[in-house]
């Protein structure tokens, strides 16, 4: 069972104060050692907490109830041995992040079998949004940007947890890699993103947490329940007049392998109700749909890591806002 409390915990309200002291020794092993010895050192710092964090682990038996039910054929069970693997998973996914973050990756360690949908694009001069979820690694989308110099991505973040992680590996991005660090979509910021777009850049947001401040959230099936999804990608996307793909990244077999899909080639969000809440109910729909399929592909690769299924209805009448990376 959840703690009495879940369902109304927003995940940016889940503390990481406690794991800084952590992430830094981590990185600094790794600085200084390398991978084989920050693996020796990485269970440790999982299994202390696996067993301290009541509501992750939770939180993951959750998701691997709602999988192992929605996917039988997956054989998964929601055990605390599972959840344990999951945390390992998530420990692995630090590793990478911290690769990719010291420039220890080349694009010949990515399998990018779709990126000349990327490449027409800026052969045409257009940009468009990219939309990707906490499954997998996204800090692999720096191999996008390095494969060829004039790639340049924009990815949309909350300000709290981006500089928390960018601090620790001492990283502030490239020339290619723009961190743009917003809560709430201004008028100013519009433009600078419409810009960007014009300009045949592209714009990386994720659409599987709900926004930090406001309530603009519509309600779509997920593994079997219905869980809360941010309008704010879909708004964004009909504003800037760009086409939508989905974007995500994960290892197989030792590779790293990004899948790029078309979403939508044109989004428009009609003004009124009920057309409006219809149409983002279908995006939102088709989104966790395609996150569905990649959890089925790697399913101890999702980490959100707080009650996913137990918030309450939203309005909407917040704010656009950027989600956590």
């Known amino acids: 069972m959840k703690p009495a409390n879940a369902a109304a915990r927003h995940w940016a309200a889940v503390e990481e104060n406690s794991l800084l002291w952590g992430i830094r020794a981590l990185v600094w092993v790794y600085r200084v050692f ?23 682990r939770e939180s993951s038996r959750e998701y691997l109830r709602h ?4 996917y039988p054929e997956l054989g998964l069970g929601s055990g605390l041995w599972q959840s344990y693997r999951h945390f ?15 420039g220890n990756i080349t694009p010949e360690q990515v399998d990018f079998p779709n990126r000349q949908l990327l490449l027409d694009l800026i052969d045409q001069k257009r940009g468009a949004m990219l ?8 800090e692999i989308c720096q191999a996008i940007a390095t494969m060829r110099g004039h790639i340049h991505l924009n990815i949309l973040v909350h300000t709290k947890h981006a500089e928390k992680f960018n601090r ?3 990283s502030r991005g490239s020339a290619t ?3 743009i660090q917003v809560t709430e979509l201004s008028p100013a910021i519009a433009i600078s993103l419409q810009e960007k777009i014009e300009r045949g850049e592209f714009l990386v947001m994720v659409g599987d947490r709900v926004p930090v401040q406001g309530s603009r959230t519509m309600s779509a099936s997920f593994l079997g329940e219905d869980a809360e999804f ?3 990608p879909y708004l964004l996307a009909s504003l800037l007049r760009c086409p939508v793909f989905t974007l995500f990244c994960f290892p197989v077999d030792g590779r790293f392998k990004i899948h790029l899909e078309p979403f939508a080639a044109n989004i428009r969000i009609p003004r009124g109700d009920p057309q409006r809440s219809q149409a983002l109910a279908a995006l939102a729909r088709q989104y966790a749909e395609r996150l569905e399929g990649y959890c089925r592909i790697a399913p101890l ?23 956590d990376k």
């Not at 269970?43 to 067993?51: K, L």
């Open 301 to 323: 690769q999702w980490f959100n890591f707080y009650p996913y299924w137990g918030r309450p209805a939203a309005n909407d009448k917040a704010p656009i806002a950027a989600e």
């Open 177 to 179: 890699i723009q961190l």
């Open 88 to 102: 390992l998973s998530f420990g692995e996914t630090l590793l990478d992040k911290i690769v990719v973050w010291t």
């Open 230 to 232: 941010p309008q704010g």
């Open 168 to 170: 620790l590996l001492g």
């Open 34 to 56: 390398g991978r084989w010895v920050f693996r020796l050192f990485l269970r440790p710092v999982v299994s202390y907490y696996f067993v301290a964090g009541h509501l992750a």
């Open 67 to 70: 999988l192992a039910g929605f």
């Open 131 to 138: 939309l990707s979820g906490h499954i997998g690694n996204l």
